[in-house]
Structures are given as structure tokens and as C-alpha cells.
């Protein structure tokens, strides 16, 4: 299955990846980048990894959530022949307000990235 990553996603990823870089080194930046690139990967096979999120269930489409790290959750939903990575929540955050702010979103903002990026 065809894994897309939102455009808010992205800022995410690249906004937590500069963060962890700055506090904790290079190293860490790595990894968190590499546990991204095979959580995506992992998706693209088995769309059901994550178990549906409570704090989004009464949407019309359902969301999933998958950690990547104890700091770090992986927000996605699964349509038709594709899955879109919403949002990747910090942890440490109030979920309910991560869930509501998951929720504000447009869907207009999805965009395919390349495999690779």
C-alpha cells in the first residue's frame, strides 16, 4: 500500500528531528530519522500495525497510531488504497490537545512524498 506523509507531518518530522539534533547530538537525530523511514516502510505491508486511536474515534474515518519512539507517536489514517500519516505527536504534550489540534486540519494538505525522502 501507497504510504503518503501530510505536509504538517513533514514540518513535524524535520521540526523533531532539528530539536533532538540540537539536545542530544547527531547520533540521536540518525536514529529517530531511521525509526521513521522503517515505521513507513512497515506500513506500506501491514496498514493495521498501529491500533486504532481512542482519542480520535469518533471521526468518520479511523485513525491509527503507531509509537516510534517513547516520545514520539506516529498519527495515521488508512484510505482506499493508500495510508496518510497525519501527525506525529509529541508524548510529553497533553493528547487531548494533540487530538484536537490532528482534528483542525484540512485534508487538502496531503501530499505524496517519494519513498526514499
Known amino acids: 500500500m501507497r504510504v503518503v506523509i501530510s505536509v504538517f507531518a513533514q514540518q513535524q518530522i524535520r521540526k523533531t528531528a532539528k530539536y ?3 539536545k542530544f547530538g547527531k547520533k540521536s ?16 505491508t501491514n496498514p493495521y500495525l498501529g491500533p486504532e486511536e481512542p482519542l480520535l474515534a469518533n471521526m468518520t474515518n479511523t485513525y491509527h497510531s503507531v509509537v516510534i519512539s517513547h516520545l514520539n507517536k506516529m498519527i495515521y489514517r488508512i484510505l482506499d488504497n493508500r495510508i496518510e500519516i497525519s501527525d506525529l505527536w509529541d508524548c510529553r504534550r497533553e493528547p487531548n490537545k494533540q487530538a484536537k489540534e490532528t482534528l483542525t486540519r484540512n485534508p487538502e494538505e496531503f501530499s505524496a512524498v517519494k519513498p526514499n525522502n
Open 29 to 44: 537525530k540518525d536514529t529517530f530519522i531511521q525509526k521513521v523511514k522503517e515505521t513507513r516502510k512497515l506500513l506500506e
Open 20 to 22: 533532538i539534533l540540537e
